[in-house]
């Protein structure tokens, strides 16, 4: 009698070891992809209670833009609107840090947002992104190591190889199944390895980020390794577990600025905008020590602009212009 069983002991090992591997990966990354709150903004980029209050009594206009001027002086933003004021949140009464968003369905401005998923019921963002990634690659793992298994079996349905048994229709039902997943899944993981490629999110795809100088599509961007250690982080023992390894707070991000902003006061190390090397690398404001590193080990900057840039403490932005956006 014809058996679906594999036969080989060695077979059989390999296949229980691979499936089991891909299946707790699976899950593991698809239960913090679930499980991971969003990020939200700092306190720091909250309006205060008085500066509430002000808002609130000034009239729409020039007036209101003077109140957050003050209270976003200080902030590390550098991304505008359309019209090109500061991005400012109406409902969570804050001024959005750069790259993040309001999120309809959650109803809270999200770091870094890519996408509210329903597959997982939650905002994909800094915080989760990495998991989010995992997730689709070890689900598409599982898919194909599935159809592969399944192959010759499905091949032997179709030549009347396999008895005339309800099994062979689970066959051939998983097969097309894991092999539709596949095909949707690989799609979806190969975009989402082009937008890590170009540090993009889905967002900035439909809508590039706007800063002073311009609209640019690639302001993000560093290069294909830095942009890759920006999601999985520098220790490449972490980059295929899914354990949080990201680079940076969310809240401040490496900016490739190709034209400078000629409003901009001065940019760190002591190069002015004005410098003859345009097509160098610069952080368009103050970033946490976990992500500029990735600027200061470029072979454009010297020694002394390296640590000089280490030791600065802030910038301000001068001549801020913002307006209400949710």
Not at 217 to 225: A, C, E, I, M, R
Request: with cysteine.
């Amino acid at each position: 009698m014809f058996s679906v069983t594999m036969t080989n002991i060695g077979e059989k090992v390999v296949c229980l070891v691979a499936y089991h591997i891909f299946f707790m990966l699976f899950v593991w990354s698809y239960w913090k992809t679930i499980f991971t709150l969003p990020m939200n903004p700092s306190k720091e980029f909250h309006l205060s209670y008085s500066d509430k209050e002000s808002l609130e009594r000034e009239p729409r206009g020039e007036s209101q833009q003077e109140v957050l001027r003050r209270a976003a002086k200080d902030l590390p933003i550098y991304t505008r609107t359309m019209s090109g004021a500061i991005r400012y949140c109406d409902r969570c009464h804050l001024v959005k840090p750069d790259r993040c968003h309001h999120c309809s369905v959650c109803d809270k401005c999200i770091l870094k947002m890519d996408h509210h998923c329903p597959w997982v019921n939650n905002c994909v963002g800094f915080s989760n992104y990495k998991f989010f990634l995992l997730f689709l690659a070890y689900s598409l793992l599982y898919c194909l190591f599935i159809a592969a298994t399944d192959l010759q079996y499905f091949i032997k349905f179709w030549t009347n190889g396999l008895p005339d048994t309800q099994a062979k229709f689970h066959i051939m039902f998983l097969f097309f199944a894991a092999a539709m997943f596949s095909v949707s899944l690989s799609s979806l993981f190969g975009y989402h390895c082009w937008l890590v490629s170009k540090n993009k999110s889905t967002l900035e795809v439909f809508r590039a980020p706007i800063f002073r100088h311009r609209t640019d599509k690639n302001g993000f961007s560093l290069g294909f390794s830095k942009n890759l250690r920006q999601v999985f982080g520098d220790e490449k023992k972490y980059w295929l577990l899914p354990v949080f390894s990201s680079l940076g707070d969310g809240c401040s991000f490496p900016t490739c600025l190709v034209n400078q902003d000629p409003e901009q006061a001065s940019t760190p190390g002591g190069l002015n905008s004005t410098s003859k090397n345009e097509n160098h690398l610069f952080p368009a404001k103050p970033l946490r020590d976990s992500q500029s590193h990735l600027l200061t080990d470029t072979p454009s900057w010297s020694e002394a602009a390296a640590k000089a840039e280490k030791g600065k403490v802030g910038m301000s932005n001068p001549a801020l212009t913002m307006e209400n956006e949710t």
